[in-house]
Protein backbone atom coordinates (compact mmCIF):
# COMPACT_ATOMS: atom_id res chain seq x y z
CA UNK A 1 0.00 0.00 0.00
CA UNK A 2 1.30 3.60 -0.83
CA UNK A 3 1.82 6.04 1.91
CA UNK A 4 0.07 8.89 2.34
CA UNK A 5 2.19 11.84 1.02
CA UNK A 6 0.88 15.15 2.73
CA UNK A 7 1.25 18.16 0.34
CA UNK A 8 0.78 21.96 1.82
CA UNK A 9 0.11 24.68 -0.80
CA UNK A 10 0.77 28.47 0.22
CA UNK A 11 -1.48 30.86 -1.99
CA UNK A 12 -3.03 34.38 -0.59
CA UNK A 13 -6.79 33.41 -1.78
CA UNK A 14 -8.52 29.98 -2.20
CA UNK A 15 -12.24 29.15 -2.79
CA UNK A 16 -14.71 30.50 -2.36
CA UNK A 17 -12.61 33.42 -3.56
CA UNK A 18 -13.45 34.70 -7.20
CA UNK A 19 -10.06 35.89 -8.49
CA UNK A 20 -8.00 34.04 -10.97
CA UNK A 21 -5.57 32.57 -8.33
CA UNK A 22 -7.73 31.50 -6.56
CA UNK A 23 -10.14 29.54 -8.78
CA UNK A 24 -6.79 28.04 -10.49
CA UNK A 25 -5.73 26.61 -7.15
CA UNK A 26 -9.04 25.45 -5.88
CA UNK A 27 -9.60 23.28 -9.45
CA UNK A 28 -6.10 22.25 -9.26
CA UNK A 29 -6.20 20.73 -6.09
CA UNK A 30 -9.69 19.36 -6.50
CA UNK A 31 -8.11 17.41 -10.01
CA UNK A 32 -5.15 16.44 -8.43
CA UNK A 33 -7.10 15.47 -4.73
CA UNK A 34 -9.56 13.37 -7.51
CA UNK A 35 -6.54 11.74 -9.25
CA UNK A 36 -4.06 11.01 -6.13
CA UNK A 37 -6.62 10.13 -3.35
CA UNK A 38 -3.58 8.72 -1.33
CA UNK A 39 -2.44 11.98 -0.81
CA UNK A 40 -3.19 14.51 1.60
CA UNK A 41 -3.92 18.15 0.56
CA UNK A 42 -3.29 21.14 3.24
CA UNK A 43 -4.32 25.19 1.72
CA UNK A 44 -2.82 27.72 3.98
CA UNK A 45 -4.33 31.17 2.85
CA UNK A 46 -5.91 34.41 3.90
CA UNK A 47 -9.05 34.98 5.31
CA UNK A 48 -10.60 37.85 3.44
CA UNK A 49 -12.04 37.82 0.12
CA UNK A 50 -10.22 40.26 -2.76
CA UNK A 51 -13.04 41.83 -4.43
CA UNK A 52 -14.69 42.73 -0.93
CA UNK A 53 -12.18 43.26 1.99
CA UNK A 54 -15.63 42.81 4.26
CA UNK A 55 -15.60 39.31 3.50
CA UNK A 56 -14.08 37.69 6.18
CA UNK A 57 -14.24 33.50 5.63
CA UNK A 58 -13.63 30.78 8.12
CA UNK A 59 -10.41 30.05 9.99
CA UNK A 60 -10.50 26.48 9.17
CA UNK A 61 -12.55 24.37 6.59
CA UNK A 62 -12.78 21.18 4.78
CA UNK A 63 -13.21 22.04 0.91
CA UNK A 64 -13.62 18.55 -1.19
CA UNK A 65 -10.67 16.32 -0.05
CA UNK A 66 -8.89 19.62 0.78
CA UNK A 67 -8.25 21.31 4.21
CA UNK A 68 -8.09 24.80 4.04
CA UNK A 69 -6.20 26.82 7.27
CA UNK A 70 -7.17 30.76 7.03
CA UNK A 71 -4.63 33.50 8.30
CA UNK A 72 -5.90 36.92 9.44
CA UNK A 73 -5.20 39.44 6.46
CA UNK A 74 -5.52 43.31 7.48
CA UNK A 75 -8.47 44.96 5.55
CA UNK A 76 -6.73 47.21 3.10
CA UNK A 77 -9.98 49.09 1.05
CA UNK A 78 -7.04 51.08 -0.96
CA UNK A 79 -5.31 49.10 -4.30
CA UNK A 80 -2.10 51.29 -3.27
CA UNK A 81 1.32 49.87 -3.76
CA UNK A 82 1.93 50.45 -0.29
CA UNK A 83 -1.18 48.95 1.00
CA UNK A 84 -0.69 45.99 -1.40
CA UNK A 85 2.87 45.41 0.15
CA UNK A 86 1.67 45.83 3.89
CA UNK A 87 -1.03 43.05 3.49
CA UNK A 88 1.27 40.90 1.73
CA UNK A 89 3.77 41.30 4.56
CA UNK A 90 1.03 40.59 7.54
CA UNK A 91 0.47 37.57 5.31
CA UNK A 92 3.69 36.44 5.05
CA UNK A 93 4.88 36.80 9.07
CA UNK A 94 0.99 34.53 9.81
CA UNK A 95 1.63 32.10 7.62
CA UNK A 96 4.69 31.16 8.82
CA UNK A 97 3.89 31.40 12.29
CA UNK A 98 0.53 29.21 11.82
CA UNK A 99 2.59 26.97 9.83
CA UNK A 100 4.56 26.14 13.28
CA UNK A 101 1.12 23.90 14.71
CA UNK A 102 0.43 22.28 11.23
CA UNK A 103 2.67 18.96 11.60
CA UNK A 104 4.98 17.87 8.95
CA UNK A 105 4.98 17.95 5.27
CA UNK A 106 6.17 16.08 2.44
CA UNK A 107 6.14 18.76 -0.41
CA UNK A 108 5.94 22.48 -0.05
CA UNK A 109 4.13 24.35 -2.91
CA UNK A 110 4.56 28.48 -2.72
CA UNK A 111 3.31 30.96 -5.97
CA UNK A 112 4.06 34.53 -7.03
CA UNK A 113 0.66 34.66 -5.32
CA UNK A 114 1.63 36.73 -2.84
CA UNK A 115 4.72 37.62 -4.38
CA UNK A 116 7.13 36.82 -1.66
CA UNK A 117 4.82 33.11 -1.37
CA UNK A 118 7.75 31.37 -2.85
CA UNK A 119 9.71 33.20 -0.14
CA UNK A 120 7.39 31.22 2.35
CA UNK A 121 7.92 27.95 0.92
CA UNK A 122 11.33 27.90 0.97
CA UNK A 123 11.34 28.81 4.69
CA UNK A 124 8.60 26.40 5.44
CA UNK A 125 10.43 23.51 3.13
CA UNK A 126 13.67 24.28 4.96
CA UNK A 127 11.94 24.06 8.45
CA UNK A 128 10.52 20.55 7.57
CA UNK A 129 13.39 18.93 5.81
CA UNK A 130 11.01 18.76 2.56
CA UNK A 131 11.63 19.89 -1.08
CA UNK A 132 9.30 23.15 -2.45
CA UNK A 133 7.96 23.81 -5.66
CA UNK A 134 7.80 27.64 -6.91
CA UNK A 135 4.96 28.69 -9.48
CA UNK A 136 5.34 31.96 -11.19
CA UNK A 137 2.29 33.61 -12.11
CA UNK A 138 3.21 36.81 -12.41
CA UNK A 139 7.08 37.28 -12.63
CA UNK A 140 8.24 39.87 -10.10
CA UNK A 141 10.14 42.35 -9.44
CA UNK A 142 9.78 42.25 -13.18
CA UNK A 143 6.38 43.20 -13.33
CA UNK A 144 6.63 46.02 -10.93
CA UNK A 145 9.39 47.54 -12.80
CA UNK A 146 8.00 47.40 -16.30
CA UNK A 147 4.41 48.86 -14.38
CA UNK A 148 6.98 51.49 -13.41
CA UNK A 149 6.21 51.04 -9.45
CA UNK A 150 9.56 50.12 -8.85
CA UNK A 151 12.76 51.30 -10.78
CA UNK A 152 14.90 49.17 -12.52
CA UNK A 153 17.99 49.63 -10.40
CA UNK A 154 16.47 50.88 -7.36
CA UNK A 155 17.59 48.88 -3.88
CA UNK A 156 14.03 47.23 -3.37
CA UNK A 157 14.61 46.35 -6.69
CA UNK A 158 18.04 44.46 -6.65
CA UNK A 159 17.11 43.12 -2.84
CA UNK A 160 14.08 41.62 -4.47
CA UNK A 161 15.39 39.85 -7.48
CA UNK A 162 18.37 38.75 -5.26
CA UNK A 163 16.03 37.23 -2.93
CA UNK A 164 14.01 35.93 -5.72
CA UNK A 165 15.90 34.15 -7.95
CA UNK A 166 17.59 32.35 -4.50
CA UNK A 167 14.47 30.80 -4.14
CA UNK A 168 14.18 29.77 -7.72
CA UNK A 169 17.59 28.45 -7.32
CA UNK A 170 16.61 26.65 -4.19
CA UNK A 171 13.73 25.03 -5.56
CA UNK A 172 13.17 21.81 -6.65
CA UNK A 173 10.85 23.13 -9.90
CA UNK A 174 9.98 26.46 -10.90
CA UNK A 175 6.99 26.12 -12.86
CA UNK A 176 6.00 28.69 -15.29
CA UNK A 177 2.14 29.32 -16.41
CA UNK A 178 3.84 30.67 -20.12
CA UNK A 179 6.14 29.94 -22.27
CA UNK A 180 7.55 33.48 -22.81
CA UNK A 181 8.43 33.35 -18.55
CA UNK A 182 10.03 30.63 -18.34
CA UNK A 183 12.20 31.85 -21.68
CA UNK A 184 12.59 35.23 -19.74
CA UNK A 185 13.89 33.02 -16.67
CA UNK A 186 16.19 31.73 -19.16
CA UNK A 187 17.48 34.92 -20.12
CA UNK A 188 17.66 36.48 -16.99
CA UNK A 189 17.33 34.12 -13.93
CA UNK A 190 20.62 31.65 -15.87
CA UNK A 191 17.71 28.60 -14.79
CA UNK A 192 17.91 25.50 -16.55
CA UNK A 193 16.18 21.97 -17.33
CA UNK A 194 14.97 20.13 -15.81
CA UNK A 195 14.34 22.80 -12.76
CA UNK A 196 12.55 24.87 -15.07
CA UNK A 197 9.45 23.82 -16.91
CA UNK A 198 6.08 25.64 -18.25
CA UNK A 199 2.82 24.35 -16.93
CA UNK A 200 -0.51 26.35 -18.35
CA UNK A 201 -3.14 26.46 -16.26
CA UNK A 202 -5.58 25.46 -18.71
CA UNK A 203 -9.61 25.36 -17.45
CA UNK A 204 -12.49 23.51 -15.97
CA UNK A 205 -14.58 23.63 -18.51
CA UNK A 206 -17.38 23.13 -16.31
CA UNK A 207 -17.17 26.40 -14.64
CA UNK A 208 -18.61 27.94 -17.78
CA UNK A 209 -21.58 25.16 -18.56
CA UNK A 210 -24.57 27.48 -19.69
CA UNK A 211 -27.23 27.06 -16.86
CA UNK A 212 -30.03 28.60 -18.42
CA UNK A 213 -31.24 28.54 -22.12
CA UNK A 214 -32.87 31.50 -23.05
CA UNK A 215 -35.69 31.65 -25.66
CA UNK A 216 -34.13 33.48 -28.32
CA UNK A 217 -31.22 31.53 -28.43
CA UNK A 218 -32.93 28.18 -28.88
CA UNK A 219 -34.82 29.83 -32.02
CA UNK A 220 -30.87 30.78 -33.41
CA UNK A 221 -28.87 27.71 -33.05
CA UNK A 222 -27.12 27.56 -36.07
CA UNK A 223 -25.13 31.09 -35.37
CA UNK A 224 -23.96 30.42 -31.68
CA UNK A 225 -24.24 34.14 -29.87
CA UNK A 226 -25.75 35.89 -32.45
CA UNK A 227 -29.05 36.39 -32.06
CA UNK A 228 -31.50 38.84 -34.05
CA UNK A 229 -33.61 41.39 -31.72
CA UNK A 230 -30.02 42.25 -29.52
CA UNK A 231 -27.03 44.02 -30.31
CA UNK A 232 -23.79 42.30 -30.54
CA UNK A 233 -22.05 41.96 -27.07
CA UNK A 234 -18.45 42.57 -27.12
CA UNK A 235 -17.48 41.38 -23.47
CA UNK A 236 -14.16 42.28 -21.38
CA UNK A 237 -14.48 39.84 -18.05
CA UNK A 238 -12.22 39.30 -15.16
CA UNK A 239 -9.55 41.33 -12.96
CA UNK A 240 -9.28 45.07 -13.77
CA UNK A 241 -6.22 45.58 -12.43
CA UNK A 242 -2.24 48.09 -13.33
CA UNK A 243 -1.74 45.13 -15.72
CA UNK A 244 -4.73 45.64 -17.79
CA UNK A 245 -4.87 49.12 -19.26
CA UNK A 246 -8.38 49.77 -20.63
CA UNK A 247 -7.49 52.86 -23.10
CA UNK A 248 -7.42 51.00 -26.41
CA UNK A 249 -10.61 49.02 -25.71
CA UNK A 250 -12.02 52.49 -24.25
CA UNK A 251 -11.34 54.37 -27.51
CA UNK A 252 -12.90 51.70 -29.61
CA UNK A 253 -16.12 51.64 -27.16
CA UNK A 254 -16.32 55.70 -27.92
CA UNK A 255 -15.69 55.10 -31.36
CA UNK A 256 -18.87 52.86 -31.42
CA UNK A 257 -21.04 54.43 -28.83
CA UNK A 258 -23.61 55.74 -31.92
CA UNK A 259 -24.01 52.12 -33.18
CA UNK A 260 -26.99 50.71 -31.74
CA UNK A 261 -25.76 47.18 -33.38
CA UNK A 262 -23.07 46.74 -30.96
CA UNK A 263 -22.64 47.37 -26.90
CA UNK A 264 -19.78 46.97 -24.90
CA UNK A 265 -20.02 44.75 -21.47
CA UNK A 266 -17.72 44.92 -18.65
CA UNK A 267 -17.87 42.82 -15.66
CA UNK A 268 -15.15 42.74 -12.70
CA UNK A 269 -13.01 44.66 -10.05
CA UNK A 270 -9.89 46.12 -9.47
CA UNK A 271 -7.90 49.14 -9.23
CA UNK A 272 -8.25 50.26 -12.73
CA UNK A 273 -12.48 49.47 -12.33
CA UNK A 274 -12.92 53.67 -10.83
CA UNK A 275 -11.04 54.76 -14.00
CA UNK A 276 -12.31 52.55 -16.24
CA UNK A 277 -16.15 53.52 -14.97
CA UNK A 278 -15.33 57.11 -15.81
CA UNK A 279 -14.33 56.38 -19.23
CA UNK A 280 -17.37 54.41 -20.11
CA UNK A 281 -19.78 55.96 -23.00
CA UNK A 282 -23.40 55.60 -21.96
CA UNK A 283 -24.11 52.51 -24.07
CA UNK A 284 -21.97 50.12 -22.43
CA UNK A 285 -22.24 48.58 -19.23
CA UNK A 286 -20.50 47.73 -16.04
CA UNK A 287 -21.64 44.81 -13.97
CA UNK A 288 -19.68 43.77 -10.49
CA UNK A 289 -18.01 40.02 -10.56
CA UNK A 290 -20.16 37.52 -11.05
CA UNK A 291 -20.55 34.29 -8.83
CA UNK A 292 -19.96 30.97 -10.90
CA UNK A 293 -23.12 30.50 -11.55
CA UNK A 294 -24.16 33.98 -13.31
CA UNK A 295 -20.72 34.03 -15.00
CA UNK A 296 -21.49 31.55 -16.69
CA UNK A 297 -24.50 32.79 -18.03
CA UNK A 298 -23.14 36.27 -18.84
CA UNK A 299 -20.13 34.63 -20.37
CA UNK A 300 -22.33 32.42 -22.85
CA UNK A 301 -24.07 35.58 -23.84
CA UNK A 302 -21.11 37.34 -25.39
CA UNK A 303 -20.46 37.58 -29.32
CA UNK A 304 -16.82 38.71 -28.65
CA UNK A 305 -14.82 38.82 -25.65
CA UNK A 306 -11.21 40.81 -25.23
CA UNK A 307 -8.54 40.50 -23.05
CA UNK A 308 -6.05 43.26 -22.60
CA UNK A 309 -2.50 43.15 -20.91
CA UNK A 310 0.00 45.84 -20.86
CA UNK A 311 2.53 45.54 -23.65
CA UNK A 312 5.62 45.03 -21.70
CA UNK A 313 4.22 42.14 -19.57
CA UNK A 314 4.04 39.72 -22.98
CA UNK A 315 6.84 37.54 -21.02
CA UNK A 316 5.80 38.51 -17.09
CA UNK A 317 2.69 36.69 -16.96
CA UNK A 318 -0.36 35.50 -18.88
CA UNK A 319 -4.30 36.68 -18.46
CA UNK A 320 -5.99 33.51 -16.87
CA UNK A 321 -9.35 34.86 -18.64
CA UNK A 322 -8.24 33.51 -22.06
CA UNK A 323 -8.89 30.14 -21.09
CA UNK A 324 -12.39 30.52 -20.10
CA UNK A 325 -13.14 32.05 -23.03
CA UNK A 326 -11.31 29.34 -25.24
CA UNK A 327 -13.11 26.93 -23.32
CA UNK A 328 -16.97 28.82 -23.93
CA UNK A 329 -15.89 28.68 -27.76
CA UNK A 330 -16.01 32.49 -28.37
CA UNK A 331 -14.00 34.87 -30.79
CA UNK A 332 -11.16 36.44 -28.83
CA UNK A 333 -9.87 39.93 -29.58
CA UNK A 334 -6.31 40.16 -27.71
CA UNK A 335 -4.89 43.85 -27.09
CA UNK A 336 -1.78 43.68 -26.32
CA UNK A 337 2.36 42.64 -27.95
CA UNK A 338 1.53 40.44 -30.83
CA UNK A 339 5.15 38.82 -29.03
CA UNK A 340 2.76 37.32 -26.80
CA UNK A 341 1.89 33.49 -26.21
CA UNK A 342 -1.62 34.54 -26.42
CA UNK A 343 -1.30 36.36 -29.65
CA UNK A 344 0.68 32.93 -31.52
CA UNK A 345 -2.33 31.10 -30.37
CA UNK A 346 -4.71 33.07 -31.94
CA UNK A 347 -2.84 33.21 -35.06
CA UNK A 348 -1.85 29.37 -35.40
CA UNK A 349 -5.43 28.30 -35.06
CA UNK A 350 -7.43 31.11 -36.58
CA UNK A 351 -9.80 31.84 -33.27
CA UNK A 352 -9.14 35.46 -32.59
CA UNK A 353 -7.12 38.79 -33.27
CA UNK A 354 -4.69 40.62 -31.72
CA UNK A 355 -4.31 44.32 -31.56
CA UNK A 356 -1.86 46.26 -30.61
CA UNK A 357 -1.98 48.36 -27.31
CA UNK A 358 -3.32 52.21 -28.47
CA UNK A 359 -4.67 51.50 -31.64
CA UNK A 360 -8.54 51.73 -30.69
CA UNK A 361 -9.02 52.78 -34.16
CA UNK A 362 -7.81 49.46 -35.12
CA UNK A 363 -9.99 47.33 -33.04
CA UNK A 364 -13.33 49.43 -33.77
CA UNK A 365 -12.82 48.60 -37.44
CA UNK A 366 -11.96 44.66 -36.09
CA UNK A 367 -14.79 44.53 -34.47
CA UNK A 368 -17.03 45.53 -37.34
CA UNK A 369 -15.91 43.46 -39.22
CA UNK A 370 -16.38 40.59 -36.78
CA UNK A 371 -20.00 42.27 -36.73
CA UNK A 372 -20.55 42.29 -40.12
CA UNK A 373 -19.68 38.42 -40.36
CA UNK A 374 -21.47 35.93 -38.17
CA UNK A 375 -20.34 32.80 -39.99
CA UNK A 376 -16.51 33.75 -39.75
CA UNK A 377 -17.38 34.35 -36.15
CA UNK A 378 -19.22 30.91 -35.40
CA UNK A 379 -15.76 29.25 -37.22
CA UNK A 380 -13.62 31.05 -34.82
CA UNK A 381 -15.23 30.06 -31.78
CA UNK A 382 -15.41 26.74 -33.16
CA UNK A 383 -11.69 26.58 -33.53
CA UNK A 384 -10.72 28.26 -30.10
CA UNK A 385 -12.93 25.40 -28.39
CA UNK A 386 -11.12 23.02 -30.52
CA UNK A 387 -7.43 24.57 -29.34
CA UNK A 388 -8.87 24.41 -25.71
CA UNK A 389 -9.82 20.77 -26.09
CA UNK A 390 -6.00 19.87 -27.69
CA UNK A 391 -4.21 21.97 -25.35
CA UNK A 392 -5.88 23.77 -22.05
CA UNK A 393 -8.29 21.47 -20.68
CA UNK A 394 -7.59 21.30 -17.07
CA UNK A 395 -6.60 17.44 -17.22
CA UNK A 396 -3.76 18.19 -19.33
CA UNK A 397 -2.71 20.19 -16.53
CA UNK A 398 -3.27 17.92 -13.85
CA UNK A 399 -1.40 14.78 -15.19
CA UNK A 400 1.49 17.52 -15.59
CA UNK A 401 1.62 18.39 -12.35
CA UNK A 402 0.70 14.59 -10.92
CA UNK A 403 4.34 13.74 -13.10
CA UNK A 404 6.25 16.32 -11.35
CA UNK A 405 4.99 15.78 -7.96
CA UNK A 406 5.97 12.32 -8.17
CA UNK A 407 8.99 12.93 -9.65
CA UNK A 408 10.16 15.33 -6.79
CA UNK A 409 8.68 13.29 -3.99
CA UNK A 410 10.59 10.14 -5.15
CA UNK A 411 14.28 11.88 -6.53
CA UNK A 412 17.39 11.90 -3.72
CA UNK A 413 17.15 15.05 -2.00
CA UNK A 414 19.93 17.73 -3.12
CA UNK A 415 21.35 20.22 -1.30
CA UNK A 416 20.02 23.62 -1.50
CA UNK A 417 20.85 25.74 -4.14
CA UNK A 418 21.99 23.28 -6.91
CA UNK A 419 20.88 23.39 -10.30
Avoid at 275 to 291: D, T, V
Amino acid sequence: MTDTRHLLYVTEFFAPDLCATAVVATDHLAHLAARRPDWQFTVLTGNRAWHDPTIVYPARERIGRVDVIRVARPSLHSRSLLDRARGFAVFYSRALAAAHDLGRFDLVIGSTAPPLGGRIARKLAKRIGCPYLYKVYDLYPDTAVALGRLGEHSLITKVWLRDDSRTMRDADAVVCIARGIEDRLRRTRGLISPKLLTIHDGYDPARIARRHVKPHEEQTPSVPGFTTGRPLIVQYAGNMGLSHPFGTILDAAKRLATDARIRFQFIGAGPARGELAAGLPPSAELLPFQPDDRFADRMHDADICLVTQHTNLFDHALPYKVYAILAAGKPLIFVGNPRSEIADWLQSAECGLTIPQGDGPALADAIKTLYSDPSRRTAMGRRARALFDERFHVNAATGKWVTLINDVLNRPRKPAGSQ
